[in-house]
């Protein structure tokens, strides 16, 4: 912790939490032992987020080709949502804590839903970290999605197709006042993206680590942090940064 230069922080980082079946079926146990242990580390790393000073943490937890997994644990991974929603509410409200949720959030079950909006709500005013979970979440899905709504104000003349730009295209994207992620770290010593933030990580730097996502710690998080700080980011020319008072629209130009 002594050695982070929080000037330098990523003001955005989001996470692949992979690993969870591995650590359960390692230890000879159902998978969804491995997604409650899993929980744990979560909570560990999103305080450990907001104390160190971290504006936004994205925690990839349920993707659109996850709906294809057994029923069983599927309905394990909702029961396990809604406990932690409604655990860890008080602790978000405490420490300024603001929720939000990201994907095609209507496929999830009604129960799941409601509890979503009610956390959201009852969070909306805290302004300290925006932790946001990618929840029937698909990057391709979320281009399509916002490629059908910008078609729609185009045939609507609400916009010129002329006008479409980055920019302009961003405004479509689920949570499009977010910055772009600065930081991705993904668990489990698997090196792809899995189809997440796919527009956003454009500039994004990567962090792989073996260690599956249940033996994740807060020196785990540490040390991806100092990795980070040890890189020069230029963002395709000459910037080691992004200028700080450019819209995010604009980082996005660099």
């Excluded at 650590?23 to 744990?40: D, M, S």
């Excluded at 300024?96 to 956390?119: C, D, K, N, T, W």
């Excluded at 609507?156 to 772009?180: C, H, Q, T, V």
């Amino acid at each position: 912790m002594a050695r982070l230069d929080h000037a330098r922080l990523p003001r955005h980082i989001a996470l692949i939490l992979d690993g969870n079946g591995r650590w359960a079926t390692t230890r000879r146990l159902p998978r969804v032992f491995g997604h409650y242990e899993g929980a744990k580390s979560v909570r560990e790393i999103v305080i450990l987020a907001r104390e160190v000073g971290v504006s936004v943490l994205s925690l990839y937890a349920f993707s659109n080709e996850n709906w294809a997994r057994p029923k069983s644990e599927i309905h394990a991974l909702m029961t396990l949502l809604k406990t932690y929603l409604a655990r860890e509410t008080d602790t978000m409200l405490k420490n300024g804590v603001r929720f939000h949720a990201m994907g095609q959030i209507s496929r999830l079950p009604v129960a799941v839903v409601r509890l979503i909006r009610e956390v959201e709500s009852r969070t909306a005013g805290q302004n300290e970290m925006t932790l946001v979970l990618a929840l029937s979440y698909g990057g391709r899905a979320e281009i399509v999605d916002a490629a059908k709504r910008l078609a729609q104000d185009v045939q609507e003349n609400k916009i010129l197709a002329a006008d479409i730009d980055e920019a302009r295209f961003s405004r479509y994207l689920y949570m499009p006042d977010l910055p772009d992620p600065d930081l991705l770290i993904r668990t489990s010593g698997e090196t792809r993206l899995s189809n997440f933030l796919l527009w956003q990580m454009a500039y994004t730097e990567f962090y792989f680590t073996e260690t599956l996502w249940p033996n994740f710690t807060r020196c785990h998080f540490l040390e991806a942090l100092l990795d980070y700080q040890s890189r020069e980011r230029r963002f395709g020319g000459v910037l080691e940064a992004a200028p700080p008072d450019l819209p995010v629209a604009a980082q996005r130009s660099q």
